[in-house]
């Protein structure tokens, strides 16, 4: 296997205790979005990009509220997890014109849930070819974007109607 440096990776994993720390409640509690890649704010959820994408444009829409079952999350919070994908989708099919997508969730270890404790949805653009040999033989993906260049090309069009009104 091939190793690529990624020192950004390390303040991370040097900063974290997974066993103490939620990331998904502490980022939007820092209260520095652009910097912790939070999108867009709306009533009882969030949008956040992915730290380790799987290609430009991996977003996720986050509840505020910490809950790892999606069958525990109230109505209110699910339906609005579900308009800030569609609303998502529509940003990302304008700004990247994608091929597909992959939107769901991944609910515990065996499901490849990277944060268990606390529920999330994918919205990962896809493009014909994306899963290369690269990925595929090489372990490794090739991002053609800076996570900041990404944040800066979907904040303003994430913060148009419907969801102006929404924000908190």
Known sequence: MEFIWTPWRYQYVATVDKKTDCVFCR????????????????????IVMNLYPYSSGHIMVVPFHHEAS????????????IELAKHAQRVLEAEYHPHG???????????????????????????????NFVS?????????????????????????PPWTSAIS
């Open 70 to 81: 999606l069958a525990a999350l109230d109505a209110e919070t699910t339906h609005e997890m």
């Open 27 to 46: 980022l939007p509690s820092e209260g520095d979005d652009r910097n912790n890649l939070i999108l867009l704010r709306a009533r009882l959820n969030y």
């Open 136 to 160: 595929v033989l090489g372990e490794t993906r090739i991002l053609p974007e800076d996570l900041h260049a990404t944040y800066d090309k979907l904040v303003k069009p994430l913060h148009q």
């Open 101 to 131: 997508f992959n939107i769901g969730w991944n609910l515990g270890k065996a499901a490849g849930a990277g944060v268990q404790e606390h529920n999330h949805l994918h919205i990962v653009p896809r493009w014909h070819g994306d899963a």
